[in-house]
């Protein structure tokens, strides 16, 4: 069964820092990745999402993640870190079925100034 | 207007009560879903309705009760609940019925107590 691992479920980074949040899949078959934001007291909102096509993905925020298939990952990345991109992060992928998300347990992002 | 509409934000209930929780969206979407999270952990799926009907029900206990009177909306009733039911219920959407495949758009959520 396709399972999501992301690495880290703390990061801290100063402010204007590289952030690197990680994620792994299981699936033999690359599924359809996403990565989406918890804000404290919110609902989740998406930053970005792999399909097919360009391994680059380019979201919201600054935000970009790279779908590796040899290496079954799909990192999150931003170049320069702002004290707004505290919050939940959250990599998810379809299940097998692609009727619904699979997510992985979180990585909580703090950014210091 | 891409927004999911939940109410209440917060409801505190008793275990011997019955509540109901409503989530709204007007975006044209064809799948609801509705998902339970506990604190610092990732969203659990509990129901998901596609096209008004009930398509996938993630062994959920009796005591909650999904209902989808109309495309643009789906309840929760709650009934009987336990201390451990509380949490935060999300209510999401997406514009087909692949959820594993599509955007999800989600609400803001009921953080619900059970006392």
Same mark, same amino acid.
């Given at each position: 069964a396709q399972s999501v691992t992301q690495l880290g479920s703390h990061v801290s980074v100063s402010e204007g820092a590289l952030v690197l949040l990680r994620c792994n899949y299981s699936s033999s078959v690359p599924p359809y990745l996403f990565w989406y934001v918890q804000y404290p007291n919110q609902g989740l909102q998406l930053l970005l999402k792999y399909t097919t096509g360009a391994t680059l993905v380019k979201g919201i925020n600054g935000f970009e993640a790279e779908f590796k298939k040899s290496e079954t990952s799909f990192h999150l990345t931003k170049p320069s870190a702002h004290m707004s991109d505290a919050a939940e992060y959250f990599c998810a992928a379809t299940n097998q079925a692609g009727t619904a998300l699979i997510f992985g347990k979180g990585t909580t992002l703090s950014v210091s100034s | 207007d891409t927004e999911v509409t939940q109410t209440p934000k917060h409801l505190v209930m008793g275990m011997t009560n019955k509540k109901s929780l409503k989530c709204e969206q007007?975006?044209?979407?064809r799948a609801m879903y509705w998902y339970k999270q506990k604190a610092k952990k990732p969203p659990e799926l509990m129901f998901v309705y596609s096209y008004e009907k009930l398509?996938?029900? +993630? @062994?959920? %206990?009796?005591r909650f009760s999904p209902e989808c009177p109309n495309s643009s909306l789906l309840n929760l009733h709650l009934h009987?609940?336990? %201390? +451990?039911? @509380?949490a935060l219920y999300l209510c999401a959407s997406s514009q087909g019925d692949r959820g594993g495949e599509e955007t999800q758009y989600f609400g803001p959520g009921t953080r619900l107590l059970v006392l």
């Amino acid at each position: 069964a396709q399972s999501v691992t992301q690495l880290g479920s703390h990061v801290s980074v100063s402010e204007g820092a590289l952030v690197l949040l990680r994620c792994n899949y299981s699936s033999s078959v690359p599924p359809y990745l996403f990565w989406y934001v918890q804000y404290p007291n919110q609902g989740l909102q998406l930053l970005l999402k792999y399909t097919t096509g360009a391994t680059l993905v380019k979201g919201i925020n600054g935000f970009e993640a790279e779908f590796k298939k040899s290496e079954t990952s799909f990192h999150l990345t931003k170049p320069s870190a702002h004290m707004s991109d505290a919050a939940e992060y959250f990599c998810a992928a379809t299940n097998q079925a692609g009727t619904a998300l699979i997510f992985g347990k979180g990585t909580t992002l703090s950014v210091s100034s | 207007d891409t927004e999911v509409t939940q109410t209440p934000k917060h409801l505190v209930m008793g275990m011997t009560n019955k509540k109901s929780l409503k989530c709204e969206q007007h975006m044209g979407h064809r799948a609801m879903y509705w998902y339970k999270q506990k604190a610092k952990k990732p969203p659990e799926l509990m129901f998901v309705y596609s096209y008004e009907k009930l398509s996938i029900n +993630e @062994s959920v %206990p009796s005591r909650f009760s999904p209902e989808c009177p109309n495309s643009s909306l789906l309840n929760l009733h709650l009934h009987a609940l336990q %201390p +451990e039911d @509380s949490a935060l219920y999300l209510c999401a959407s997406s514009q087909g019925d692949r959820g594993g495949e599509e955007t999800q758009y989600f609400g803001p959520g009921t953080r619900l107590l059970v006392l």
